[in-house]
């Protein structure tokens, strides 16, 4: 059996780490079974889905190096699902209900008075034509309600229903069904709720794999009973935790909190998001991992905590400057391109600073510096300037190598009498404008002895 996995958000905002990491589960599961990957766009809501919302999450995946194999919209499928409700109908497992939200919680209360169980009575299913027909008069909609098959003959009579299933992500799971009200599939305004487009779907396209967040842990019970009610084998499933913020508040599309669109704004590296979206709550330490290929070698969905996993943005930080420092040029180059970054000098420049950035962009500052002169800034004491204005005197001739600024700054040493901190500091100061910074031999010769001399103050 081919593996085939989707990744089906709404398109009602941008998606943010803790959908990437859904994205990311999906996409990994079927690089290691050399599956498929279907983006599925749930936008059944008419009035929130945004086709702009849905292009930028797919610029958003390719950014993160999620290509899918094919891209849908339930929006487009209406007829199966209506093909769906037909069916169920006939079946008698789609019943009309007439209640409204307010009766709805009145039922509620009075069932919690009576200690039992807040779920729908089913009162709906005693409904005759005629009493149906007085409610329409009366200009009421039916919403419909699946029966779940949690009975033997009598539907008020439920009994305990388990529905289990083996979990890729928490392994063993078990759902009971008589727990749950009746699921309502269609409004009364004969819009669709997820819950039955999403199966119609999985069943329609061949899903293999359903993952997502454990919020559907519940859902996916009630989901095996309509896989079956449809006359379809389930999928597997797997639920993974759902990631919080440091002060454990959930992620939601709808404030943009850490959308992944706004990471890479601020210039966070695809991998520094992936491999934060993805080794973050399992066993494995959450380290930069480089390529896709070799994070699919690490990802294990059975290791992943079962419950929320609070993360730092700040790690994003952490990982992005650990992935720079040791990013290859070639890897760099277009990139670098586009700030500037140009002819013979770009790789070793490159080589030279990337161990100083946070931010890939941040290589532009030094490739000015490099080639205009020293970020404007720090000032020199009147004694440092006449140390350095000596010091540039001493500057050996070309050709210069990394050995350049050692036997340079010897001589300054001996001359002057200075040495550490004293030494070097207002040489920095005067090549660069900067305190820190890349290694000043690696630097010196990207200056060439022309450049270091323009910089004598
Ligand atoms: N549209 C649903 C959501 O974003 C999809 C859940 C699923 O993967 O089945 O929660």
Redesign the pocket.
Same mark, same amino acid.
């Given at each position: 059996m081919t593996v085939t996995v989707?990744?089906?958000?709404?398109p009602t905002g941008h998606i943010h780490i803790g959908n990437a990491r859904?994205a990311l589960f999906n996409w990994l599961y079927a690089l290691k079974n050399k599956g498929r990957f279907i983006q599925r766009f *749930?936008d059944t809501d008419l009035a929130r889905s945004k086709q702009g919302y849905a292009d930028g999450i797919l610029y958003d995946l390719g950014w993160l190096g999620i290509f899918p194999d094919a891209v849908d919209y339930q929006s487009r499928r209406f007829g199966d699902y209506d093909a769906a409700v037909e069916r169920l109908k006939a079946a008698g497992l789609l019943y009309p209900c007439y209640e409204t939200a307010e009766e709805l919680e009145l039922k509620r209360k009075v069932r919690l008075s009576r200690r039992l169980p807040p779920v729908y009575g089913r009162e709906a299913l005693k409904l005759n034509e005629a009493e149906k027909a007085d409610f329409e008069g009366e200009g009421r909609q039916p919403h419909w309600r699946f029966l779940l098959p949690n009975f033997r003959s009598d539907p008020f009579e439920t009994e305990r229903t388990e529905i289990h299933w083996n979990d890729v992500v928490r392994g063993e799971e078990t759902v009971d069904l008589a727990s749950l009200s009746d699921p309502v599939l269609v409004r009364a305004d004969g819009t669709y709720l997820?819950t039955l487009p999403?199966v119609v779907d999985d069943i329609n396209m061949g899903v293999s794999h359903?993952i997502?967040?454990d *919020?559907?842990v519940t859902?996916t019970g009630v989901q095996i009973a309509l896989f079956r009610a449809l006359g379809a084998e389930p999928p597997a499933f797997g639920h993974h935790n759902l990631l919080t913020t440091a002060s454990g508040e959930g992620l939601s599309k709808r404030t943009g909190a850490l959308s992944i669109s706004g990471l890479r704004e601020s210039g966070i590296e695809p991998m520094a998001v992936a491999s934060l979206a993805v080794l973050i709550g399992t066993s494995e330490n959450v380290s930069a991992v480089r390529t896709m290929d070799e994070l699919a070698e690490k990802f294990d969905p059975a290791s992943t905590s079962k419950s929320a996993s609070k993360f730092d943005p700040a790690e994003l930080g952490v990982l992005n400057r650990v992935l720079l420092h040791a990013m290859p040029f070639e890897e760099a180059r277009t990139r670098l391109l586009a700030l500037g970054v140009d002819g013979e000098r770009a790789e070793p420049f490159w080589i030279t600073v990337r161990g100083n950035l946070d931010r890939l962009a941040d290589a532009g500052k030094w490739w000015g510096i490099v080639n205009e002169g020293p970020e404007p800034g720090e000032m020199l004491s009147a004694e440092d300037r006449e140390f350095v204005r000596e010091a540039f005197d001493l500057l050996p001739e070309e050709p210069w190598d990394r050995s350049t600024w050692k036997s340079w700054t010897d001589q300054v040493k001996e001359k002057s009498g200075r040495k550490g901190k004293a030494l070097f500091m207002p040489l920095r100061l005067a090549l660069t404008g900067l305190a820190s910074g890349p290694e000043l031999a690696d630097l010196l010769p990207l200056l060439g002895r022309e450049g270091t001399l323009a910089r004598r103050p």
């Open positions: 989707r990744f089906a958000p709404s859904t *749930d997820y999403s359903v997502r967040g *919020d559907h859902n």
